[in-house]
């Protein structure tokens, strides 16, 4: 049976892009916290992950309608097809939008004072591809916001550990969305659009292991300087060990090997977030 066009348009369906998206905040919020962190919290970061991804699947597509129409994996979406018009996305952003600042009032004057401060390069993220070879690094600091926002919902303001976590979360980012963007790099070389899968191209591997290694050291400097625990080090060891794996395992010719590898770092996530709350005890 087909999904609503609705679903597909904020990518619903495929619930990777949220668990992406949020654990850089549960992240945050646990290596900020005293203790276990809060539920509340974490599930007010939830709410938000699903509805602000749902926004930014929905203006990426308005902007990318016309390419997406060119790309074999993404033609089929409601907007490049025509199933939806721009007038009914428009509507469907709003609403989210509105939900998204329901759930940022929540958590205080500064979390919806650094959640504003994300829309900007939100919207102008899906037009970085057609001017820069690097759109994956202005994916990597938009998308990885909340890594700033959790701590600000714990402290009310940003410090060092939270800004170390911010670009281990860019570093990551950069990683995986590379080995991402090797499944269109066909489509995008043909019709012109860049990225760093076309830019990198043989060099992919040694380049992004070196991104890997960033995210590393700057998760167990974030841990270091909050007195972290073993348990946090241990668990950062797993992830090395993870980033290891797709890089041995990853065949950057073949698209399916590609969403495999991107999809695994969904586990990678869990162990840091594992790492930060066992790290206090």
Known sequence: MRLS???RLMRLHQPVGIWLLLWPCWWSIALASPGFP????LTQFAFGAVLMRSAGCIINDIADRKIDRQVERTRERPLASGELKIWQALVLLFILLLLAFGVAIQLGVM???WSTFALVPIVNYP???RISWWPQLFLGLTFNWGALVGWVAVRDNVE???ILLYIACVFWTLGYDTIYAHQD???DERIGVKSTALRLRD???PVVAGF???TTIALALAGWITESGIGLFSMIILVQMHFGWQLCEVDLDDPASCRRIFVSNIYMGALVFIGCIVGHY
């Open 127 to 129: 037009f970085m591809k």
């Open 160 to 162: 060092l550990p939270a």
């Open 38 to 41: 809060s539920f509340y919290l």
């Open 111 to 113: 979390v919806v004072l």
């Open 185 to 187: 790099k066909k489509d």
């Open 5 to 7: 066009p609705y679903i």
């Open 212 to 214: 890997y290694l960033g």
């Open 203 to 205: 060099n992919t591997r």
